[in-house]
């Protein structure tokens, strides 16, 4: 099959495994295309593309224009910010009027949930989730399975440990949801307060202790402690919570075997990993990085493909 | 399902051989030459020179995968897109004479797409097109081959496929078929 099951992409949980692999080959096709001494092939260049972006982002909006662009779209970027949203505009509304000027696809970032999955109900457009609140981050997780993929080979029956704050994470859901398809054991790690009381429905392991579950994964995804999104204190200090999960040098080489560490960014460093620990040879940070623009690339083409 | 024989395995042995000799001709010691099979199904005709063309003259022609989906003008306009194949390319083709090899020659559009997506490897000295089937008077594009094995006349309704042994055929064999009307 060489088209996706779906006209959008709001979260793993509506993918396929078939879905999520043809994303992931047709990515490795861009990666080399990427690598390329001209890096742009002209497969959507009468598509034109919306960035919208009602939360901050640095890195994802980065990684999406640079995928659209090398993709030969044209691209327009939004940030609330600086819009009508606040004058009170609507969500529904402000989308309408950005497909008015003949946008073909949106690619969303917003802080609640769901939005994205409310906006592809009521837009013609094609929507990609690009983070919405503490729920989904599908592009995320598909370039996280990618860099895991390239690391190790198929994830079918690999041992995946996701560190950190699980309960504000979208990360961390998307990548539950994308690592099991794929036949890859995921277990969560982190204080007991910031995992979710719902985890083990998921069929996943929660370990509290970092050393066990360093000892028994072949990879440590490291999440963000986010600040931004806790309303009340979930650990005493940073300090303690570094003391307890903070994943660094020593710890990595302590363990009888090399695991791979991963972190969607951005990195608190000092906090969650150190920087021996982010810049050493266990990890792959850049190397998602650059993932990710292929696998977005992969993303958007797929989604443009189907015929109207 | 009606089959018409256009080449068996002994003449296409006798085709190869041609296309070898006369890429000697042309290209002399090979010094600046390059060979790009076509994905998906150019690339076995391209292994087959390569190998045959070591074999006669003791020359080893670098050579590579070009794949042309990404560059194709029917994106969004076929129901399915196409799955897109390795590019295998570790050279540029900067200054350099290139072959590109395919096995069916027939609208052109690939041979465009190719042209297109072969550019982003450098901007080549010269270009030639090499096809095992040139499917006569069928194109949209203004493309001619530089070697073709045979030329055939078809219909729109009619496949022209290409059967190697390296995919698992009984033997090297050229059909023209009727497609299936579903």
């Known amino acids: 099959m060489s088209q996706l099951s779906t006209r959008h992409l709001l979260g793993i949980k509506e993918l396929s495994e078939t879905d999520i692999r ?38 994802t909006r980065l990684s999406f224009e640079l995928a659209e662009k090398r993709l030969s779209a044209d691209v327009v970027n939004f940030s609330s910010s600086n819009s009508s949203v606040k004058k009170g505009e609507t969500l529904v509304d402000t989308v309408n009027n ?15 949930p769901g939005a994205p999955h409310f906006l592809s109900k009521n837009v013609p457009a094609n929507v990609v989730n690009a983070g919405d609140g503490t729920h989904e981050h599908p592009t995320q997780a598909l370039l996280d ?21 699980i309960l504000h994470s979208r990360v961390a859901l998307s990548n539950i949801f994308c690592l099991q398809k794929l036949g890859a054991e995921v277990r969560v790690c982190g204080p007991v307060t910031l995992i979710p009381k719902y985890i083990e429905s998921l069929g996943v392991k929660v370990e509290l202790d970092l050393h066990k579950i360093l ?51 951005p990195i608190n460093r000092g906090v969650e990993l150190s920087s021996d620990a982010a810049d050493s040879s266990h990890s792959i940070i850049l190397d998602q990085v650059e993932n990710g623009v292929a696998v977005r690339m992969a993303v958007l083409y797929l989604l443009a493909g189907a015929k109207g | 399902m ?62 590579g995968y070009l794949d042309a989906t990404f560059h194709r003008d029917d994106f969004r306009r076929r129901d399915f897109p196409l799955k897109a194949n390795e590019t295998k390319i570790d050279f540029l083709v900067e200054g350099k004479k290139v072959v590109l090899i395919d096995d069916v020659l027939y609208k052109g ?27 006569r ?46």
Request: proline share 4%; charged share 25%.
């Open chain 1, 145 to 165: 399975a990618f860099s895991m993929q390239e690391k190790l080979g198929d994830l079918t029956g690999k041992k995946i440990a996701i560190i950190g704050d």
């Open chain 1, 215 to 265: 000892d028994w994964c072949d990879v440590a995804n490291v999440l963000r402690i986010q600040l931004e999104r806790q309303q009340i204190k979930y650990f005493p200090s940073l300090r303690e919570y570094s003391l307890y999960y903070g994943i660094n040098k020593k710890l990595l080489d302590s363990l009888n075997k090399k695991i791979v560490v991963m972190h969607p960014g």
């Open chain 1, 22 to 59: 043809l994303v992931l080959e047709t990515a490795t096709n861009f990666k080399e295309v990427i690598n390329r001494p001209i890096k742009k092939v002209p497969s959507l260049r009468d598509i034109t593309i919306a960035n919208i972006f009602f939360e901050n982002s640095t890195r």
């Open chain 2, 109 to 135: 559009r690939s041979v465009r797409a190719a042209m297109d997506a072969m550019i982003a490897f450098g901007r080549p000295q010269k270009v030639e097109l090499m096809v095992l089937v040139d499917r």
């Open chain 2, 2 to 63: 009606q089959k018409r024989l256009v080449l068996d395995q002994q003449q296409i042995d006798i085709t190869l051989k041609r296309f070898c000799y006369q890429l000697i001709e042309n290209h002399d010691d090979f010094e600046n030459t390059v060979f790009l099979g076509l994905q998906p199904r150019g690339t076995l005709l391209l292994d087959k020179i390569v190998a045959l063309l070591q074999e006669i003259s003791g020359v080893t022609v670098p050579s």
């Open chain 1, 98 to 112: 950005i497909l008015a000027m003949k946008v073909d696809m949106v690619v969303m970032r917003h802080a609640s």
């Open chain 2, 137 to 182: 008077l069928t194109r949209d594009y203004p493309i001619l081959p530089d070697y073709y094995g045979v030329k055939v006349n078809t219909l729109d309704s009619q496949y022209v496929v290409v059967e190697w042994v390296a995919q698992g055929n009984p033997a090297d064999a050229i059909w023209i078929t009727e497609k299936v009307k579903s």
